[in-house]
């Protein structure tokens, strides 16, 4: 059974800092993987997907970067603003392309 | 485009009570899924769609049934609603292309049952 772990839990950093939020999965055997970003009391907002044949994707100042083979994916965000405090959740989704699974997200706050 | 809408937002239910959770998308996508998210347990997938008229069940499908009778529609059910079933509830659709699939999520259905 696949299992996806995000850490930390939570980060809080000053406006301006690179950050980078961390994603492992136990089966490398995903189809793709999908970033999301989350607010309080809202649904989820697709950032960035990745399929397995890719090593990442950029949208703006967001990079996801895949590593299939030891089962990682990362979030790279640049120059972190306070609108981008809120919860950040990576999936995984199975072979068979019908399941996603999620990780338990990164709750990023950045102060003014 | 509306993208993925949910009916209702909120919903507050007696133990044993029924109710049906509506979600519609507008993209004409392929699939659709519906979602429970608790704290502490994260999101976890209840059924899904491949197409109309087909359901399957995901990781925690006991208590809920679905339907998919129209391409743009995908019902949740709660025959006989117990506590354990308080959540927020999300819908999401994904289309099928090139080898793509990417899930796009409604904005939840908050459900209380006391």
């Known amino acids: 059974k696949q299992e996806v772990t995000q850490i930390p839990a939570a980060l809080s950093v000053p406006e301006g800092e690179n950050l980078v939020l961390n994603c492992s999965f136990t089966d490398s055997a995903i189809y793709n993987l999908q970033w999301f970003r989350q607010d309080p009391g809202k649904g989820l907002t697709s950032l960035l997907l990745?399929?397995?044949?890719?090593r990442e994707q950029t949208s703006g100042r967001l990079n996801a970067s895949l590593d299939k083979s030891s089962g990682r994916s990362t979030l790279y965000i640049a120059a972190s603003q306070p609108g981008d405090s809120a919860t950040y959740l990576c999936?995984?989704?199975?072979?068979?392309?019908?399941?996603?699974?999620f990780g338990g997200g990164t709750r990023l706050m950045v102060k003014p | 485009n509306a993208g993925v809408t949910q009916t209702p937002k909120f919903r507050v239910l007696k133990t044993g009570q029924s109710m049906t959770l509506l979600c519609a998308q507008d993209m004409n996508h392929e699939y659709m899924y519906w979602y429970r998210q608790d704290p502490g347990m994260g999101l976890r997938l209840i059924h899904y769609?491949?197409?109309?008229?087909?359901?399957a069940k995901g990781e925690v499908p006991d208590g809920y049934n679905v339907s998919r009778l129209k391409k743009q529609n995908f019902l949740l059910g709660l025959e006989s609603a117990a506590p354990s079933q308080t959540s927020v509830y999300f819908c999401a659709s994904s289309y099928v292309r090139g080898g793509r699939i990417e899930q796009f999520f409604g904005p939840g259905t908050r459900l209380t049952v006391l």
């Open positions: 999936a995984a989704m199975n072979n068979a392309g019908n399941m996603l699974t």
């Open positions: 990745i399929q397995s044949s890719q």
């Open positions: 769609s491949v197409g109309e008229g087909t359901t």
